[in-house]
């Protein structure tokens, strides 16, 4: 599958909670990561099958070295990956992201090898930032969900890093906060 998708090195590692504020001291402490940051998406957008759904997420990232560290906490409990997940095993690692440039190109890879998306999605900052996204059924083959994310600043392909996500600070994209 790797050679096929082509995807580097993992760049995230995403996890789902219960509650990220009572869950924030465990994993801070865990990867030993002091900053964290809040996105604030001025739209959101998510299809499962391909249809609309509306989610209520908090998201929080951190970072250990250059992997980036999500919890994810889905407040409205509508999508059923996030909340399947907490039902079969509790909170903990849900899927490994890989940050790519084309997200429609690997999406096309992953068609050929029969991978299901088991969700997409899109943020949208103030700032100019766009988040895409999409979770493929790879459990059976990875032992895990894989994440394809493509993240563009005014259309241009930007690394995920603690270095962007101070600069996304400036234009009020995300809130910095220690743990």
Known sequence: MEPFLGLP?????????EDI???????????????????KYAEKHFQIGGEEIELDLNLV?????????????EK??????YRNFLERYGPGLH???????????????????GLEVLQEGQFETAGGGSVR????????????????IDIK??????????????FARLTGDTRKFEV
Do not use: C
């Open 9 to 17: 090195p993992v760049g995230q590692l995403g996890f789902v909670v």
């Open 21 to 39: 504020r009572d869950s924030l001291p465990e994993y801070a402490s865990s990867y030993n990561i002091k900053s964290w940051f809040e996105p």
């Open 61 to 73: 990232f951190g970072y250990t070295g250059k992997l980036q560290v999500e919890l994810i906490e």
């Open 76 to 81: 409205s409990r509508r999508s059923p990956l």
């Open 95 to 113: 899927h490994l992201g890989f940050y790519v440039p084309d997200l429609l190109e690997k999406l096309r890879g992953a068609h050929q090898l």
């Open 133 to 148: 996204f999409a979770y493929l059924d790879t459990q059976q083959i990875s032992g895990t969900i894989i994440e394809l």
């Open 153 to 166: 600043l005014y259309g241009l392909n930007v690394p995920q890093t603690e270095f962007m996500m101070n």
